[in-house]
């Protein structure tokens, strides 16, 4: 499949893969901070139709230099635009799990987003939210899973050292965020709290 892609350029179907995935993201960071204990659903939402698809966006680019070296690295060099097609339609599962947040939310309201479950909180909605989360844990696996196909396929390496060239790329991009974020901690002292 990947392979089919890979003369075509980076188009809007892979800005608005990369878009659905950060607003996944952004909503289930909103989860883990407890969002919905303390704003909207409207407002979680919101910021993860702005913040997440903007993050979602400039994740494909960053991941996507982030993987083009290290394939190079690997032995087999690939252009950005295959590694940004894997990294889009590898995340092809998160779309649906984009849709179950969406359905999560309207059943469940704000509790959809929050942390630790009430103990006030129906049965049919608890069983919900337990539904939701180990959907969503198994569409993030199955991303991850169609990502490192992919990336042996377009680097033509063993799906072995496909596994290891993802997760070592995960590292280096977290390790680039975690020293952004000291820098600008460092640098604006009040720009990371609330």
């Avoid at 129906?122 to 959907?135: C, D, M, N, P, S």
């Amino acid at each position: 499949m990947f392979r089919e892609l890979a003369s075509r350029p980076v188009e809007g179907v892979d800005y608005l893969l990369g878009a659905a995935q950060g607003i996944v993201g952004w909503l289930a960071l909103s989860r883990e901070q407890n969002a919905g204990a303390v704003s909207g659903i409207a407002e979680i939402f919101g910021k993860a139709l702005l913040i997440g698809s903007i993050a979602g966006i400039a994740s494909l680019f960053f991941m996507g230099s982030i993987y083009t070296r290290l394939g190079a690295r690997a032995g087999k060099a690939s252009m950005r635009q295959q590694v940004m097609h894997v990294l889009a339609y590898g995340g092809v599962p998160m779309v649906a799990s984009l849709v179950i947040w969406v359905f999560t939310a309207l059943l469940a309201g704000e509790a959809a987003f929050e942390a630790v479950l009430r103990p006030d909180l129906e049965g049919f909605v608890e069983l919900i939210l337990h539904a939701q989360f180990f959907a969503y844990v198994l569409l993030t696996a199955w991303g991850v899973v169609l990502q490192v196909m992919g990336l042996s396929e377009i680097l033509g390496v063993a799906v072995r050292k496909a596994l290891g060239l993802w997760v070592l790329g995960q590292l280096v991009g977290f390790l680039a965020l975690l020293f952004l974020m000291i820098v600008i901690v460092t640098l604006f002292p009040n720009a990371m709290s609330s």
